[in-house]
């Protein structure tokens, strides 16, 4: 997300996540005493060794870090140096000075997460922490992991993943929410990190789809991204005897202004860049936040646009593994979009509704997550996209932009 600052540093500012901010201080409001909580997915101040942005960034969230719980997970600008020790072969060019020489050390000392996960920076420098670690909160487990450490198998981090996803009570919470920061899948230029979304495929996902994860949330690319049910770039069903395919969401368009492009070519201006494979449901170029929302029966995730507090785009997904696009509203008196549906297998199509907010505001990133409230920030690009079933479960969605 970053924060924003009286002039420019490092030539790219993140002004939007001031706005960011704004709207979520909205948000609780209306929860009133509600459980809710913050989860920032890496890429916390983009200090890079500057101390001054880390106070100007804690100053910017205090508004709401002093009224519910901060939960974040490491990025490649808080890590990121080339002393790091663990750098295999494919990581080569990926891991590079995102950091800025702080190698962790800010991150870990300013925050304490649950759990007690470390490790080495590389230098003389204490271990760094908060890297993985998992709770309950209402009808939801959360694991938060760190893609910039050892995540395969045989290390910590991996048999850390794989013993607590194994071991969820799933009467006592039906819901497994997944957090990293960066994404197993996206459809943005992301060249630079195909290596490790492949490693990630072929270590991790197996224990997401074997255990049933319900949605994984990521950040790093600064945009917000919808995905079907997924497993190896194929749509499937959400739960089965065999293992359920998790949801994915890009969540990363809080407030860093630079974004991969999606623009149309001058040859071809009816395509993009990078086309919209059928498995992506929804992508968007506009900063805001998302929301999500759990009770016993069902899990709500909401894209919220800043530039108007509406909500964009979301999805419902059922406790008995059906999921359903555009869906009514995630129970919260400030969501003003509406949809109309005719049964679980028939198709679902978004209505606009005139806001309620009218005041223009930009931007910024972050994930509020609560009885259950959630908000992360991304900047997207959108499109209008029919969608085909994959399956029994999973239900046609239509998504309209608008310019």
């Known amino acids: 997300m970053g924060t924003a600052t009286p002039y420019k540093t490092f030539i790219r500012t993140q002004d939007e996540s001031a706005s960011t901010i704004k709207w979520i201080l909205r948000d609780i409001e209306a929860l009133g005493d509600k459980p809710a909580f913050i989860s920032h997915i890496g890429d916390i101040s983009y200090a890079r060794g500057y101390s001054w942005i880390w106070d100007n960034f804690f100053n910017q969230i205090e508004p709401v870090a002093s009224k519910l719980a901060y939960h974040v997970c490491i990025g490649n600008h808080e890590y990121d140096w080339p002393l790091q020790p663990w ?81 969820v009570n799933r009467k006592k919470t039906p819901f497994v929410v997944v957090q990293g920061h960066r994404p197993m899948y996206t459809t943005s230029n992301e060249i630079r990190d195909a290596p490790i979304r492949e490693q990630m495929m072929k270590h991790l996902e197996p224990l ?61 201006p009816d395509m993009p860049v990078f086309p919209q494979p059928e498995r992506s449901l929804y992508r968007g170029g506009e900063f805001g936040y998302t929301r999500l929302v759990a ?49 679980n297998k028939a198709e679902v199509k978004s209505e606009r509704k005139e806001p309620i907010l009218l005041q223009i505001v930009e931007g910024g990133s972050i994930l509020l997550l609560g009885s259950f409230v959630g908000y992360i920030i991304g900047f997207v690009s959108r499109s209008t996209k029919d969608v085909k079933p994959s399956g029994n479960s999973w239900l046609p969605v239509k998504t309209t932009e608008e310019s």
């Open 87 to 167: 750098k295999p072969d494919w990581a080569v060019g990926i891991y590079d000075k995102d950091g800025g020489g702080e190698c962790g050390v800010p991150y870990s000392l300013k925050f304490k997460m649950p759990g007690n996960s470390s490790f080495s920076t590389g230098t003389h420098a204490p271990l760094t922490q908060n890297l993985y670690y998992s709770f309950d909160m209402g009808s939801v487990h959360f694991v938060y992991f760190s893609t910039e450490t050892d995540f395969l198998p045989g290390s910590d981090q991996y048999n850390f993943l794989k013993h607590d996803l194994e071991n």
């Open 208 to 268: 997401l789809v074997k255990n049933n994860v319900t949605l994984a949330l990521w950040g790093h690319v600064h945009r917000y991204e919808r995905f079907c049910p997924l497993n190896n770039f194929t749509c499937g069903e959400l739960n089965d005897k065999l293992g359920g395919y998790p949801v994915h969401a890009v969540i990363g368009m809080a407030g860093q202004d630079w974004q991969p492009i999606w623009e149309p070519r001058p040859t071809h």
């Open 295 to 343: 009770t016993k029966e069902k899990l709500t995730l909401s894209y919220i646009g800043n530039h108007d507090g509406e909500v964009h785009d979301m999805v419902e997904i059922m406790a008995t593994g059906e999921a359903v696009s555009g869906s009514e509203g995630d129970g919260l008196a400030f969501c003003t979009d509406k949809s109309e549906s005719s049964g």
